[in-house]
């Protein structure tokens, strides 16, 4: 059976309905997870004049999101008493990401909406 699920969040409703269920079957068959959030890439333009954020301020505040929506993983995971941790990754697409941290994981299954705000 599972053993190590991935959850991939971007903080949605559908994203929050995947969650749910990751940690229900992660309590039912004593698994343990792995909250993920893809960062955006900085919206670089070589064709405006001006930046409209500053690529650090813009990197602190899409990290600041993400902590805040795998926190909430967490916190919902060591309720129930299922094991969790999270981790980020910056990627030109959320799948890459996924897979990424799925197979460096060694994760046996993923599980998360279909579509979201941003995954």
């Not at 001006?50 to 929506?69: C, N, S, T, W």
């Amino acid at each position: 059976m599972f053993k190590h699920i991935l959850v991939p969040t971007d903080g949605s409703v559908l994203s929050q309905k995947a969650i749910d269920g990751a940690i229900e079957l992660a309590q039912s068959v004593g698994a343990r997870i792995t909250a993920y959030a893809c960062l955006p890439l900085y919206p670089y333009s070589s064709f405006a004049d001006v930046a409209v954020e500053l690529p650090g301020d813009f990197h602190e505040r899409a990290e600041q999101d993400a902590r805040e929506h795998l926190g909430a993983v967490e916190k919902a995971a060591a309720a129930v008493g299922v094991s969790c941790n999270s981790v980020t990754s910056v990627e030109s697409a959320p799948y890459i990401g996924i897979i990424n941290i799925a197979e460096r994981d060694g994760c046996d299954v993923i599980f998360m909406a279909s579509q979201g705000e941003g995954v």
